[in-house]
């Protein structure tokens, strides 16, 4: 494999880092990361452009993912949290299916995804599931200048994002808001994409 460029958000460090690599599967990444000072043991990664969520060393990293104008690139962007061993919301099948049809999310999931929600799997439309949750208790916050809401509409109205962009981002935010309520910290981690 060519060298390539990988940027990494920490969710854990609330940090930022760009490298070139020529790893091929998770466990030759991790070993990057480590050479660089970041610590990954434990850590799953979420791969932004083509929403591949990767746990084990054997995995292999996606390629040919594409950016935000649909064509074909190897620059890969990776958030890095703790791994869960169950999904927040724990919704069965038919649960997450009365879920979107009640709050009417056929349509962002077919446009996010390309596929009929009846198409993904369970732990993906929980996912989004726990994801559009997040971003209707940060748009409903009371203050017009809350900087959540603020970010989110950004995100929202930029149009340099593709939609499995946006959506990966508000799964950023979900992942930070589980852990933390300091919205200085949030705007931070989200520095480089403003």
Known sequence: METRKIT????TT???KELMSNATTL???RAELLNVGIESTGMAFLEGRSKT?????DAILPTNVPDKNG???????FLITTAQKKIASGLTRAECYDFITTNNLNKPIKDIYGYSFTNLPTQTLES???SWKTT???????SEDSSINSFMTWVKNNKEFSEREKQFIFYALNEYLKESNKEEDLLALFNGLI
């Not at 990494?8 to 969710?11: A, D, G, H, L, T």
């Not at 969520?53 to 060393?57: G, I």
């Open 128 to 130: 989004y599931i726990d």
């Open 8 to 11: 990494v958000i920490s969710s």
């Open 27 to 29: 466990g030759e990444l």
């Open 71 to 77: 064509n074909p690139t190897n620059e890969l962007v």
């Open 14 to 16: 609330q940090s930022r």
């Open 136 to 142: 209707q208790i940060a748009s409903s916050h009371n």
């Open 53 to 57: 969520e990767l746990f084990v060393d």
